[in-house]
């Protein structure tokens, strides 16, 4: 098609677009066309402009490695992780506190290692007060699920994953746990902080832009499988950090809100490890499976920065 005007270089687009023979691609492609030259008008998009866009897009790209993934970063930085999160996990006109499903966020590595109920994820020496978790699997009725495999990590103290800490040992932080008869899986770690996401490429830019902070609040990561149920991503928040309301990822949703319970010598409880002198919490979550295939998306990072620890930069929020 020669092209007389602007208006038609999207009909000659959507023609195009049109002939793509597996029909949910073809659908896809087609809203997204739309969509994008709808933005492109709307916007008046100058040609400084497109070309400043193409850049970044291009320096997210190559920002990605192999322990940092920056597409994802700045996915969630958009709000759009959390929205195609919700979008699959909550049924229409559903009421109630919503699913406990949530962001994979840019940081989970495949082959964590197997650790058995009531063990520790602490692999290497890691500073901060104990926690101890308990979490049980239900399905939609609220039965058990026993034999679901249930992947957890965290950031340390500090802020670090131990993907982007060469201080940390190898799968520090990570362990991969199966739930007993009563859908249950407990296990001992340090209590998470909240941390700051990287600001050294396209996504801090984008931050600094629009004067925003880029700190996520305290969170433990869960990952639980099951043939038969869809695979569940989910990050259980800590509501007691001062982030809970504007967390950079928008990933804080209401059922996934918890509160950590802070013991001390001498109190009502006991502490549940002989070697536990201070103080130290306790925290319970329940996640809910729906049925369907348990399909995992690949892995954001699959190995372990080198060279020096990184520098966490904090930004402030502005207004």
Not at 149 to 157: F, K, N, R, Y
Request: aromatic content about 6%; glycine content about 10%.
């Amino acid at each position: 098609m020669i092209i007389d005007s602007e208006q038609d270089i999207t009909t000659a687009v959507l023609a195009e677009a049109g002939r793509t023979p597996d029909p949910r691609l073809r659908r896809i492609l087609t809203l997204a066309v739309k969509h994008l030259h709808a933005f492109v008008r709307e916007a008046r998009l100058s040609e400084l402009e497109f070309q400043q866009i193409c850049r970044a897009v291009a320096a997210t790209g190559q920002a990605t490695n192999a322990s940092h993934n920056e597409v994802v970063l700045a996915a969630g930085s958009l709000g759009v992780s959390a929205l195609v999160c919700l979008l699959n996990n909550v049924p229409p006109g559903h009421e109630g506190p919503g699913t406990t499903a949530n962001l994979m966020g840019p940081f989970w590595r495949m082959h964590s290692p197997p650790t058995p109920n009531g063990g520790s994820i602490v692999r290497s020496p890691t500073p901060g007060e104990p926690i101890f978790v308990e979490a049980f699997v239900v399905d939609a009725e609220g039965a058990p699920v026993a034999g679901a495999e249930v992947d957890v990590w965290h950031a340390s103290p500090e802020g670090f994953y131990e993907n982007q800490d060469p201080g940390q040992a190898d799968m520090n932080l990570r362990g991969k746990f199966t739930s007993d008869d009563a859908g249950r899986i407990a296990f001992r770690s340090v209590k998470p902080v909240g941390y700051p996401v990287p600001v050294n490429g396209p996504v801090g830019a984008l931050l600094r832009a629009q004067g925003r902070h880029n700190m996520r609040p305290a969170h433990l990561h869960f990952l639980i499988t099951k043939p038969g149920f869809k695979a569940q991503f989910s990050q259980v928040y800590s509501a007691d950090d001062p982030n809970i309301e504007d967390d950079v990822q928008f990933g804080v949703t209401r059922a996934l809100v918890a509160r950590y319970e802070r013991h001390v010598p001498g109190g009502a409880a006991a502490a549940p490890a002989a070697d536990v002198g201070g103080p130290w919490y306790t925290l319970k979550q329940r996640f809910v499976l729906q049925p369907g295939e348990p399909r995992l998306p690949p892995p954001p990072v699959v190995g372990k920065a080198g060279g020096e620890r990184p520098t966490l930069v904090r930004l402030r929020r502005r207004g």
